[in-house]
T-cell receptor, first 114, second 113 residues
Framework: NAGVTQTPKFQVLKTGQSMTLQCAQD?????MSWYRQDPGMGLRLIHY???????DQGEVPNGYNVSRSTTEDFPLRLLSAAPSQTSVYFC?????????????FGPGTRLTVT | KNQVEQSPQSLIILEGKNCTLQ??????????LRWYKQDTGRGPVSLTI?????NTKSNGRYTATLDADTKQSSLHITASQLSDSASYIC????????????FGTGTRLKVLA
């Protein structure tokens, strides 16, 4: 199993550009989520999905869109990049939402918006 | 407000020495507490998951303790190795609210030869 994979690993965008961060998992997990990690702050939840076709907002959803057309993939779209979105983005998955299920994180995408 | 606070922010120790990292939380109601290890440039990797009824849990040289009454947890690393250099993140899962995982800011550990 590859686990959770993310592409690209690094990205530089200009303000106003759009892009999609890719996330895929091969563990047949129902629950997937996107976090951002900023210096001096804990990881913050952007969007999450409890299964194909179902998504919901997390703590910091503004400026981001998601969709979940398959169990495996959960892309994160930046609609119009802003410098405030400079961060490291992590995708995570777990068998189901809730309880004591392990969360598996991808390697992250480091995004810089100039 | 649900919060998770970790101390110290950073720590430097010599290889072979032991160390203890602290985590205090105010998350209530509480489901479980997790410790993650995050190497530089990588995603977090789970070390332990503890429920409110568990006082101690070990994973190799890592031992986590939990006092649900005082809302405190610690992660003890025994006989540290250079590969233990990483950030250690405490995460508390609540049972209510939309954003159930509350992440601490981490303790950055550096092990020197």
């Amino acid at each position: 199993n590859a686990g959770v994979t993310q592409t690209p690993k690094f990205q530089v965008l200009k303000t106003g550009q759009s892009m999609t961060l890719q996330c895929a998992q091969d563990m047949n997990h129902e629950y997937m989520s996107w976090y951002r990690q900023d210096p001096g702050m804990g990881l913050r939840l952007i969007h999450y999905s409890v299964g194909a076709g179902i998504t919901d907002q997390g703590e910091v959803p503004n400026g981001y869109n998601v969709s979940r057309s398959t169990t495996e993939d959960f892309p994160l779209r930046l609609l119009s990049a802003a410098p405030s979105q400079t961060s490291v983005y992590f995708c995570a998955s777990s068998p189901f939402e809730g309880g004591f299920y392990e969360q598996y994180f991808g390697p992250g995408t480091r995004l810089t918006v100039t | 407000k649900n919060q998770v606070e970790q101390s110290p922010q950073s720590l430097i120790i010599l290889e072979g020495k032991n160390c203890t990292l602290q985590c205090n939380y105010t998350v209530s109601p509480f489901s479980n507490l997790r410790w993650y290890k995050q190497d530089t440039g990588r995603g977090p990797v789970s070390l332990t998951i503890m429920t409110f009824s568990e006082n101690t849990k070990s994973n190799g040289r890592y031992t986590a303790t939990l006092d649900a009454d005082t809302k405190q947890s610690s992660l003890h690393i025994t006989a540290s190795q250079l590969s233990d250099s990483a950030s250690y993140i405490c995460v508390v899962r609540g049972t209510s609210g939309t954003y159930k995982y509350i992440f601490g800011t981490g303790t950055r550990l550096k092990v020197l030869a």
